[in-house]
T-cell receptor, first 110, second 120 residues
Framework: LAKTTQPISMDSYEGQEVNITCSHNNIATNDYITWYQQFPSQGPRFIIQGYKTKVTNEVASLFIPADRKSSTLSLPRVSLSDTAVYYCLVGIRYGQNFVFGPGTRLSVLP | DTGVSQNPRHKITKRGQNVTFRCDPISEHNRLYWYRQTLGQGPEFLTYFQNEAQLEKSRLLSDRFSAERPKGSFSTLEIQRTEQGDSAMYLC??????????????????FGPGTRLLVL
């Protein structure tokens, strides 16, 4: 199971682009990379998932370099409502390998 | 709203009492998960069901904890003889089994709002 490392916290201002990088040096060949967002007193919410290169949806973009040893979640033009904890998960299989680390606590300031 | 629902949202109990939480997954999802989350930490896996079969249990799940999913639909998590260390948010999630096999990480779990338990 690939271990992930991400910053504990980040601050940003409204309207800025935020990039959160996750390191996963021992990612396996078949592993996907998934990001979840969690607001206080709510369950985590799926944001985006990718395997390689770039994935974009209406919420975020996910950049994955060729060696796949890291990934970057990019949130364009953040607002106050993007203040949350963001979790990077790698090598998820169903069951108890669905492992959340402490995540990155993003604070968006006015 | 057809998302995952959990009841109750909040529960306060005294040490030694039993508590039961309920989770209603998204209707077409056959996998159901329970997690526990304490302040400042990510969710920790407790157990998971494929339909009515409980397939995995974490070593975090002591013998005071039991989970059921009798008809493969809703699930209950019971904690007997609660302890103050059981105070946490209990999260339920559901997912749909991918057809044709699942590569690592392709499954997406949908979480409920959680039940916050406080043991006094």
């Amino acid at each position: 199971l690939a271990k992930t490392t991400q910053p504990i916290s980040m601050d940003s201002y409204e309207g800025q682009e935020v990039n959160i990088t996750c390191s996963h040096n021992n990612i396996a060949t078949n592993d996907y990379i998934t990001w979840y967002q969690q607001f206080p007193s709510q369950g985590p919410r799926f944001i985006i998932q990718g395997y390689k290169t770039k994935v974009t949806n209406e919420v975020a973009s996910l950049f994955i370099p060729a060696d796949r040893k890291s990934s970057t979640l990019s949130l364009p033009r953040v607002s106050l409502s993007d203040t949350a904890v963001y979790y990077c998960l790698v090598g998820i299989r169903y069951g108890q390998n669905f492992v959340f680390g402490p995540g990155t606590r993003l604070s968006v300031l006015p | 709203d057809t998302g995952v629902s959990q009841n109750p949202r909040h529960k306060i109990t005294k040490r030694g009492q039993n508590v039961t939480f309920r989770c209603d997954p998204i209707s077409e999802h056959n996998r159901l998960y329970w997690y526990r989350q304490t302040l400042g930490q990510g969710p920790e896996f407790l157990t998971y069901f494929q339909n009515e079969a409980q397939l995995e249990k974490s070593r975090l799940l002591s013998d005071r904890f039991s989970a059921e999913r009798p008809k493969g639909s809703f699930s209950t998590l019971e904690i007997q003889r609660t302890e103050q260390g059981d105070s946490a948010m209990y999260l339920c999630a559901s997912s749909e089994k991918e057809m044709g096999g699942v590569s690592a990480g392709q499954e997406t779990q949908y979480f409920g709002p959680g039940t916050r338990l406080l043991v006094l």
